[in-house]
């Protein structure tokens, strides 16, 4: 719940003190040298001498209490209540590129429902052989695909179009999250009814509310769009649509329908509100993008930043951040320790795989001194992540969705880190 | 049939898919009936198809709005707090800030339909009739000034209304306007000459945290009139003006469920006049969920502490409540707000 993390947001203050608490060990680049015993190692401790939790006190286990900062928070500013709303995921403190459900953003335009099993029905009509209802049942007897696949909201990133505003990369780029879903192709339920030669698009549809719709054309439904009701292993969580939601491979997440209720074959694009007043991209003069549906490569240093700022002073430092592309797999990433004057390719944990997050670390060895950090994405297309500047030079600054310039940290020689923008 | 293929199809298709059968149909699901098809099918494409007949002119669409939607969206669409704005911003598109409205930056008439109809009012959507959306959607035309206080619409000449930014979009041309990203071989070493910090995001200090802190220490005022409630002098003497003020504040965010005062209405949420105090899940004519009904049953009455926990937190408080609100998270907020709910009677 977003409210009441808000206190939990990390704060200057206990930065410092965080330093503060290391600051021994942290003097100077080398092995330390221990002041004295440790007594976490000279004494006995408490959960080396009783016993621990039984086996049955967590039947769902939650992580530990110590994690508790590790949460989705929300900018309370940016929408005038949290129903139809969004929160980010904590990127600065996860690793690897799996995003747990339970930390994983949420966007609702009515709030999440509960919608069971029992009472779900998938209908598909519109310019078909035969409509059809199917049942939650009906969906786990086609043959099922698993698929890792990132999804961001069309509006991360979205606040820093005119300039740097807020100070972590929870907020700037945490509208993102990559599972692994399992589901049946839409394709095969599309083969099901049979699509009439005139089809030409399907319009989605979720139960919910706000019945958020979008028109997706024939060609991408009939290639790797899912119909997915497993994440991560599990069931999708009521926030992410439960029991059902649509999966688009690389495309903006407004269109990954959550609650899918409807998919409508027809002849042309239906321009419901959301992809007309929502998620059309105006330029600088006046003009709008529409159907702007790919997310283009990009890239985010994850940590250092600012909510996980260096606490160990000068010597071995693990630069890690997530890349990703709409347009197919990530090949590398650059990183720059001096605000884009020089270079130096990452390493990539595993080679980068299609439209799904490719987690990638600099081993680096910091001098203590101040570091302008930023991480640079290209793709298996040739597309390379632009910076800002260049980014504004084509779209202006009003486009509010698909913002994916390079992102600047600022890391001071306190180790603090702030979003800042570079010339 | 060979008795391996006999299995597999008398078994579950979907269990054995190492090669799986596409094109083949499976016989899964059941044909949509029409009636179902009619209700969920209800979407307008730009060409009218799936508008109901009808009409409504925008005098009826005045009222309805106000009835209905004014709450949030303003007696004239103008918008009411942070919710969105309906009309006005027209010339703004290519400004620092655009509005972007029904009329100055939507293409298609068809949306605005289609949107009212299936998705508003927000939180009572799919309540209208055919009738009362072509008047609501009529009385927007006329806040944009597209069409004069005369007007009535309808399915017939639905296609005639023209809006003004139908023109403003093109599709998506980033492969051709931003061919250029596409360098395939960036500049690794001596990229530019100098860099210098042009913006920092501390400077303009909108991160979360900070916020809130910016607006603990705005009300001084409001602080210090909660602490006497606290010491439970407001029973006896006269509301304080400054905390019905305050509260009047707070109740912003209650507003869009729920209305107080002469004449209030049941919306989302039931109208709250004389609930400070009163019995919960009491109140004439209003549908409450399980939970309260069985809250009131063993007997709850809102007292200011029952009310301030409520508040708080809502669904923790009473689990299955239909209160969809996240909760207030500063106890004078809450204090305030119910002196404000007592200046309507307890």
Not at chain 1, 143 to 165: D, I, L, S
Not at chain 1, 358 to 384: C, I, P
Request: hydrophobic share 40%; aromatic share 8%.
């Amino acid at each position: 719940m977003s409210e009441n993390s808000k206190d939990k947001a990390p704060s200057r203050r206990q930065f410092l003190s965080g330093a503060a608490a290391v600051g021994v060990g942290a003097i100077g680049a080398g092995a330390a040298r221990a002041a004295g015993p440790d007594p976490l190692i000279t004494q006995v401790q408490e959960w080396a001498q009783a016993t621990g939790e039984g086996v049955d006190a967590t039947p769902y286990g939650l992580p530990i209490q110590f994690e508790k900062d590790v949460v989705r928070r929300n900018v309370e500013w940016l929408t005038a209540d949290t129903i139809s709303s969004i929160n980010f995921t904590p990127i600065h403190a996860l690793d690897g590129t799996i995003t747990p459900q339970g930390c994983a953003f949420e966007r609702h335009h009515s709030g999440a429902i509960e919608l069971s099993k029992p009472d779900y029905r998938l209908m598909i009509n519109g310019l078909v052989d035969t409509p059809l209802v199917f049942t939650y049942e009906d969906l786990e007897r086609f043959p099922r695909e698993n698929r890792v696949y990132f999804c961001e909201c069309a509006a991360n990133t979205g606040m820093e179009w005119a300039g740097a505003q807020l100070n972590g990369a929870q907020f700037t780029h945490g509208m993102i999250h990559n599972m692994e879903y399992s589901g049946v192709p839409l394709r095969t339920l599309l083969e099901e009814v049979g699509v009439k030669p005139e089809g030409k698009w399907v319009y989605v549809e979720g139960a919910d509310a706000s019945s958020n719709g979008r028109s997706i054309p024939l060609e991408k439904a009939m290639d790797d769009v899912l119909v997915a009701f497993k994440a991560n292993g599990e069931a999708l969580r009521k926030e992410h649509g439960y029991p059902v939601r649509l999966v688009v491979p690389g495309w903006e997440g407004n269109m990954w329908v959550k609650w899918l209720r409807r998919v409508e074959v027809t002849a042309m694009a239906i321009e419901s509100r959301e992809e007309t007043s929502k998620y059309t991209d105006t330029l600088e003069d006046g003009t709008s993008r529409k159907w702007t549906w790919v997310m283009d490569a990009k890239s985010v240093v994850t940590s250092p930043s600012p909510q996980a700022p260096i606490t160990h002073g000068p010597g071995p430092l693990v630069i890690t951040g997530l890349a990703w592309s709409g347009r197919g797999s990530i090949t590398g990433v650059d990183v720059s320790v001096d605000g884009g004057k020089n270079w130096i390719p990452a390493r990539l944990a595993a080679p980068g795989t299609d439209k799904a997050l490719t987690r990638f670390y600099l081993d680096h060895n910091w001098d203590g001194s101040e570091m302008l950090l930023q991480a640079r994405a290209k793709d298996s297309t040739g597309y390379v992540q632009p910076s800002k500047a260049q980014l504004r030079d084509v779209r202006g600054e009003n486009s509010i969705y698909h913002n994916n310039c390079i992102q600047t940290w600022w890391i001071k020689e306190t180790g603090e880190a702030e979003n800042v923008e570079v010339s | 049939m060979s008795k391996y293929r006999k299995l597999l199809a008398a078994s579950v298709l979907g269990a054995c898919v190492a090669v799986p059968a596409y094109a083949d149909k499976f016989g899964l699901g059941r044909p949509a009936l029409p009636e179902e098809i009619a209700a969920w099918d209800l979407d307008v494409a730009p060409d009218g198809t799936g508008l109901p007949e009808g009409s409504g002119d925008v005098f009826t669409g005045e009222e309805v709005f106000a009835e209905y939607c004014a709450i949030c969206h303003g007696d004239f669409a103008e918008g009411v707090d942070n919710w969105p704005k309906l009309a006005g911003g027209e010339g703004t598109l290519a400004d620092k800030d655009p509005l972007k409205t029904v009329g100055s930056y939507w293409p298609y008439l068809s949306t605005v339909w289609d949107y009212v109809n299936r998705s508003m009012p927000f939180g009572n959507a799919q309540s209208l009739e055919p009738d009362e959306v072509y008047a609501i959607v009529a009385y927007i035309l006329y806040s944009n000034d597209i069409v004069d206080d005369e007007f009535t619409l309808s399915h017939e000449n639905f296609l005639d209304v023209e809006m003004p930014n139908a023109e403003g979009f093109i599709v998506d041309d980033r492969n051709t306007a931003e061919a250029h990203f596409w360098t395939s071989e960036p500049c690794m070493v001596d990229c530019k000459e100098s860099v210098e910090i042009t913006m920092r995001a501390a400077v303009l200090d909108v991160t979360p945290e900070e916020v809130e802190a910016e607006d603990a220490g705005q009300n001084p005022a409001a602080e210090q009139a909660s602490t006497a409630v606290e010491a439970g002098t407001e029973e006896t003497t006269a509301l304080d003006p400054e905390m019905i003020e305050h509260g009047k504040n707070v109740f912003k965010k209650c507003k869009s469920c729920h209305q107080v005062g002469e004449g209030a209405k049941h919306r989302t949420g039931p109208a709250l006049n004389g609930i400070v105090g009163a019995d919960a899940g009491a109140i004439e004519g209003f549908k409450y969920s399980k939970a309260m009904k069985a809250a009131a049953e063993k007997g709850l009455v809102w007292t200011d502490e029952e009310m301030a926990a409520f508040l708080a937190r809502p669904k923790a408080y009473m689990k299955g409540t239909r209160m969809s609100f996240a909760g207030l998270k500063k106890q004078d907020d809450i204090d305030a707000v119910i002196v404000y709910l007592k200046s309507f009677g307890s």
